[in-house]
């Protein structure tokens, strides 16, 4: 598998992969409001061929299968796809590749994804090609993360460990990355460019848990462990990680309720429709 996502697809069947995949049930309640939202708005699927676009560990795919899709999932991770797998019981269809250069012998009738979409070297070219596997007027919908300023999840963390790290470089805030697609005036542009016309962009919002139960101390690991915070600790020796796990203690400490720690989440909600 090569292609111009190559970076992103390293990380992905990398060693983000293989982390997401082990605390799958973690992040599965993380985002479990995101997944009902979209398994909600595209009800009814019974009998329709669904293509969820980086399925991960396959909370959408189960989902969709019980509202009686024909589902195909696909992901550029083994580690997720395998978690995937065990999941669905052999009931959907789950295929490693990156949808930029993936083409399906029968086109879908709906393509989902849940915050897979972001991560695309050439955003234009792999949504001209998740069109050419819909067939015409097929829909799209998906969920993206808004602004960082909006999702307290992403910012409180990174806030709070933003001076144990090294200056860094301003970031290209279109660049593939969980933020790419804040701009909803962005998504709208690459969509009609990609040829999808009558695009709907709506805002959300949910509480994103960092911990059902467990308390601080299991939020600090989760965090510790994906999101920007985590990212930004990458390479960082003991003694920095040490001190961030302090730092994100007293920050998840104000947040949490009966054992639970959940901070702000922002989305879009995406549709469009194959021109």
Not at 159 to 172: E, F, K, R, T
Not at 266 to 275: G, N
């Amino acid at each position: 598998m090569t292609s111009a996502n190559q970076p992103q697809i390293d990380l992905w069947d990398g060693r983000v992969g293989a982390k997401w995949a082990a605390m799958h049930e973690a992040l599965d309640a993380m985002f479990a409001p995101a997944a009902a939202l979209l398994a909600q708005r595209v009800e009814p699927v019974a009998g329709l061929r669904v293509l969820d676009i980086g399925c991960g560990n396959g909370d959408l795919c189960a989902r969709l299968l019980a509202q009686g899709a024909d589902i195909t999932g696909i992901d550029v991770s083994h580690a997720m796809l395998a978690i995937a797998a065990a999941r669905t019981h052999g009931k959907a269809a789950l295929v490693r590749a990156d949808i930029a250069d993936w083409r399906a012998p029968v086109p879908f009738d709906l393509a989902v994804s849940q915050f897979g979409l972001m991560f695309f070297a050439d955003p234009v070219a792999a949504f001209a090609a998740i069109a050419e596997n819909l067939r015409p007027q097929a829909r799209l919908v998906f969920t993206c993360w808004r602004g960082m300023a909006e999702n307290d999840w992403a910012a409180i963390p990174l806030a709070a460990i933003a001076d144990l790290l090294p200056p860094a470089a301003p970031l290209n805030p279109k660049a593939p990355g969980p933020f790419s697609f804040a701009d909803p005036a962005h998504v709208e542009k690459t969509l009609t460019a990609a040829g999808f016309a009558g695009i709907s962009i709506a805002a959300h919002d949910f509480d994103v848990c960092f911990a059902a139960t467990g308390g601080v101390a299991a939020a600090v690991e989760l965090a510790l462990q994906i999101g920007p915070a985590s990212s930004a600790l990458g390479g960082t020796d003991k003694t920095v990680r040490a001190a961030a796990a302090e730092r994100l203690h007293a920050a998840f400490d104000r947040h949490e309720k009966d054992g639970a720690v959940a901070l702000d989440g922002a989305i879009w909600l995406v549709e469009a429709a194959r021109a």
